[in-house]
């Protein structure tokens, strides 16, 4: 698994080769029952640009869909949550790989070097 990203932007990217087909893969990022195994939590998902993605762990997280293109890439960004959990965007992209499916998976924040934190604390 290779990871790049870290402190310094508060970006983090993993790879993984996964021994599925991208098919196979694609079902466990947009099917909410196989999504909740990988989470540990349930999940329920609406694989669609402007779905809801709704985790009910502690606490409960609640994403919006931002881009879909199937077998290929999904991507989500975090809504605004009362618990003050960092606002980002989340993106998988899938790959043909020789042993299976490579994965990338990207979180990063939605605004970069501290800008968030500034704007939370001019509303309040």
Request: charged share 25%; with cysteine; net charge neutral.
């Amino acid at each position: 698994m290779a990871t790049r990203g870290g402190p310094a932007d508060g970006r983090v990217e993993r790879q993984v080769v996964l021994a599925a087909d991208r098919e196979d893969v694609w079902a466990a990022l947009t099917r909410g029952d196989r999504l909740s195994r990988w989470f540990g939590c349930e999940v329920e998902i609406e694989p669609w640009p402007g779905g809801r993605v709704t985790m009910t762990g502690e606490p409960v997280r609640r994403a919006l869909v931002e881009q879909v293109e199937p077998l290929r890439r999904l991507a989500f960004r975090w809504l605004p949550d009362p618990g003050g959990m960092p606002r980002t965007r989340v993106e998988f992209v899938l790959h043909p790989h020789p042993n299976g499916t490579l994965l990338t998976v990207v979180e990063a924040p939605m605004w970069p070097g501290g800008l968030q934190a500034r704007m939370v604390a001019a509303t309040a």
